[in-house]
């Protein structure tokens, strides 16, 4: 194992950010940003929060969050709050990639708007802009992305959840595609993940709700408004999808199960 000197910074007192600590590695003489809680420091719980407002494009609110150190140690939350109104530059997918440790990343609107409705005062607008909407993957950490508008064009998810190991939550938001010709047109895409799915609205979806690749998802509560989706619930490729409470349905059929996986 190399030599690891402590800078002056990682005295930690609790003035300094606990997520971006100097360190230098004799052995590589590379200098990291590390979190202490790694090297078995103890060091005390944060919270973090990252504000963004209507008028940022979706680079600029990409920026903020790459800045983020992707170590979350548990105990610790980082929360990506958006303010009210409705965001139209948004020429690219907003991205929460790669993010590990065992703590939370909470992705949130306005917690006003709870429950099953239409009525969201956060409206993340990617029409016209031929890209998902929010893409979540390769996350080790509790996720959450609550009281959201989502509106996508035509052959792309509002919600893409992928690869996110530890509990996770979409609840409380409403999910638009403007048409939904393409297959990828979708509520929600989730693959090899865990989820738990409360207080959605979709409409006009190819899929409401798509899960694949060995996933576990509870429905609980969620529905169609306006037009409907093509089909409400999918599941496919060995993916277990539980439902308590209202569904979506589908103009379709209301579910589709294929390959394995099972909708009860």
């Known amino acids: 194992m190399a030599d690891v000197k402590l800078s002056a910074m990682d005295l930690y007192t609790g003035s300094e950010d606990p997520l971006a600590i100097d360190l230098y590695t004799i052995q590589s003489g590379v200098q990291k940003r590390i979190h202490p809680s790694q090297l078995g420091l103890a060091v005390p719980a944060t919270t973090q ?41 948004l020429a690219g997918t907003i991205a929460t990639i790669g993010f590990y440790g065992g703590g939370k990343l909470y992705i949130l609107g306005n917690s ?3 429950g099953l409705n239409t009525s969201k005062s956060v409206h993340l ?12 993957s390769e996350c080790y950490v509790t996720v959450e992305a609550r009281y959201f508008k989502i509106t996508c064009d035509d052959g792309h998810k509002c919600i893409d959840y992928q690869n996110v190991i530890g509990e996770g939550k979409v609840a409380d938001n409403y999910l638009v595609n403007i048409a939904k010709t393409s297959s990828n047109s979708r509520g ?3 693959g090899s993940s865990s989820i738990f799915l409360q207080n959605n609205y979709f409409s006009n979806n190819k899929y409401a709700i798509n899960a694949t690749s060995n996933s576990k998802v509870y429905s609980f509560n969620n529905d169609d408004t306006g037009t409907l989706p093509d089909i409400g619930l999918r599941s496919t490729s060995n993916t277990s999808i539980g439902k308590n409470g209202t569904q979506p349905s589908g ?11 099972v909708i009860r």
């Open 251 to 261: 103009s379709s059929s209301n579910e589709e199960a294929l390959f394995g996986g």
């Open 188 to 190: 929600i895409s989730i």
């Open 112 to 114: 006003g708007d709870s």
């Open 125 to 136: 607008d990617f029409t016209g802009d031929a890209c998902d909407g929010l893409d979540i």
């Open 49 to 89: 929060t990252v504000n963004f407002n209507s008028s940022m494009t979706a680079s600029q609110i990409q920026a903020l969050i790459d800045a983020i150190p992707t170590f979350i140690p548990s105990g610790n939350i980082v929360t990506l709050q958006f303010a009210d109104g409705t965001y139209s530059s």
